[in-house]
């Protein structure tokens, strides 16, 4: 820990982008650059908030955060080239406002995708199902927003004493087939026997009780047939999506009691059952530009998940 060469106070996100370990730090809002055997190269200024971010090639990455800079426009994209470090486009946010998620609670709150179509990549506010993908030419490709049960959007802040923990997205990610992949985290069934503590900045869940509170929902969706392909809920608060090889994939921390605590990391094989569709209509306003309506429509899920962890493999799972 530290601000010098090679040190870190706060890292963000880290990604290898074109040969070279490129990590973000949220305090110093700096790039720090290392070669794979892990020797430091140099550093970088951003000099924006810092954030999760994307890459998407040739020494490109996009910074997902909402940045209230006024050279930002509070744009949730940030194309950033890791040999210079500063932003050149700041983009994405066309047309997003007015659905009025700039006034919503955790509108601030923004999610981009671990994998998308080359050049591209999805986004949303956290508190709702409403996604937009964008290329990184500053283009708005296609727009995606619905109903989702288990996702109703947060409209209000939620009492906490008194009512469950929101469903907020957490992860996007779109893999080559077309499948969306989506993960929320929501509330655990036995949400109300965890009892809250209070920090500077309100109600919080007390250290190693996160997985008694919170679940993680994991939905892929066929853009391509609008069909829901199926669903997997985790019993843990931090699984997470990232891309491995090109593909979405799943990390869980889990424990077992041979090995003890352990990351689990999770590909999918899908079924395509009949039902399960996600109804609506399509349309192009210009161009390229796409606005879909996703509906679930309740019927069978059926896709296999195969987990495997270091060394060994798992039995395949149906979601």
Sequence with gaps: MG???GEFTAIADA????GRLVAL???TRAWSNFNLAGEFLGRRPYGHQAGAFVPVGGGRVVVVNRDAAPEADDAPLHLAHIDSGVPSLHFGSK???EYGWKERPHAGDVRGSVTGRPGTLWWGAAGGPRLQEWSVDDEL???IEGELPWFPEVRRPVDLTREPPP???RFLALDTTEHLWMITRTADPDWR???LETGQQGLRVPAGKQDNYFDTRLDIFDLEEKRHIGRYVWDAAGARLFNLGGEPAVSVVEYAEDTG???????LDFRFPEGNVVRGSARAPTGHNEHERLDDTPGRDRATGRRHSAGRGRAARRL
Aim: no cysteine; proline share 3%.
């Design 167 to 169: 469903t907020l997205l």
């Design 261 to 267: 605590r352990q990351v689990v990391i999770y590909r």
């Design 141 to 143: 490709l296609r727009v």
């Design 15 to 18: 990604h290898v982008v074109d």
């Design 3 to 5: 601000e010098g060469p």
């Design 95 to 97: 047309d997003a406002w």
């Design 25 to 27: 730090d949220r305090v």
């Design 193 to 195: 026997e965890v009892e």
